[in-house]
């Protein structure tokens, strides 16, 4: 679950991290309120959604001088106004896609004179399966493009669980820095705090881009970006009382709420699969028979026939699904609560396009016994490669 930018600079101040001081505005009428809240005599003005790269964004039909989802203002008067400018405006950046995401929060902040940007982020490497620091001389800018373009001029390495976070870590990402001072104190107290920060919240990734070297010689966060792992939010609710669901897929809000694993990619094939695995196979054998699938689907090994029934509805939901493949291995999952599932969800919501099934394993033949008696237009599969070969023809022609 990820949070807005304002969110995790409040977790920030909390755990006593120095970060600007500044007010989230959620309608235009309370831009100028929060603006004069703040000292000035600079102003930033932030679009709030869930992905990187708005200050490089743009609006969707916006007029000259409307550039960019972070902007500086020097006047209470012009904060008011590059607000107004952005709130139920759609804003799109290399992360949100053509679609882009429709900005309905703002956050208002106090400037900082700048003399140097830092990149700081902490995240779980799973090739370790421990937290890992990644640190960089070059913040402001997306990491993606400093490893591709400068991969040694960034430091990544992972605490020992059994010692936790040490001195000696915040002084290894001091000195990686360039820090000097009362600066490598500060970094070792951020880095300690940080850490606390990831490990008691749950967190999966904590980024600081850019963490910044004021005028005056000090550290301070500038930007942030936090996610956390799903799995632990029953123990985090204050973290999940901070979720908005506007920035959430549709489809797989809707999958979570029935705890369906699902995931929405950009092709014309909706696949229902049990099990991670057979889900990425079924995936794979889609596009080496020359299309797309349109999502990622796990029903899991105790489905029930309301899961199955909800699961179809979602995949139907999708504009761009032309054909759907249906791949069940029964292990721990029965293929005849699959087959009453599709029934069900195909007399509730109609079957407007191509149908592959293919089942396999505990009471298959009952299930497919279900399905040929229950007048559908089905195709039926014997096999992984011959359902894909099917659904694949049956949607291209």
Known sequence: MNIHEYQAKGLLRAAGVPVSDGRVVLRAEEAKSAAGE?????????????????????????????????????????????????????????????????????????????ERELYLALLVDRVTSRISFVVSTEGGMDIEEVAASTPEKILSFSIDPATGIQGFHGRR???????????????????????????????EMVEINPLIVTDKGDLKCL??????DSNSLYR?????????????????????????NYIALDGEIGCMVNGAGLAMATMDIIKLYGAE???????????????????FKIITSDPNVKGILVNIFGGIMRCDIIAEGVIAAVRE????????????????????????????NVIAADNLSDAAEKIVKAVKG
């Not at 985090?236 to 705890?259: F, G, M, P, V």
């Not at 699938?293 to 699961?311: I, M, Q, R, S, Y």
């Not at 592959?356 to 505990?362: K, P």
């Open 293 to 311: 699938p349109a999502n990622f689907l796990d029903v899991g090994g105790g489905a029930t026939k309301e899961k199955v029934t909800e699961a």
């Open 173 to 203: 990402v001091a000195f990686a820095l360039g820090l000097e001072g009362k600066q490598v104190k500060q970094c070792v107290d951020l880095v300690g705090k940080l850490y606390k920060l990831f490990t008691e919240r749950d967190a």
């Open 38 to 114: 703040l000292d000035g005599p600079l102003w930033v003005v932030k679009a709030q959604i869930h992905a990187g790269g708005r200050g490089k964004g743009s609006f969707k039909e916006a007029s000259a001088g409307e550039k960019g989802g972070v902007r500086l203002a020097k006047s209470v008067a012009e904060a008011e106004e590059h607000a107004k400018q952005m709130l139920g405006r759609t804003l799109v950046t290399h992360q949100t896609g053509p679609a882009g995401k429709q900005v309905n929060r703002i956050y208002i902040e106090d400037g900082s004179e700048i």
């Open 223 to 228: 930007d942030a970006k936090m996610g956390f």
């Open 349 to 376: 919501v109609g079957l407007e396009v191509p149908l592959v099934v293919r089942l396999e394993g505990t009471n298959v033949d009952l299930g497919k016994q279900i399905i040929n008696e229950s007048g559908l």
């Open 236 to 260: 985090q609710s204050d973290i999940l009382a901070l979720r908005d669901e506007t920035e959430e897929d549709a489809k797989e809000l809707a999958a979570s709420k029935y705890d369906l």
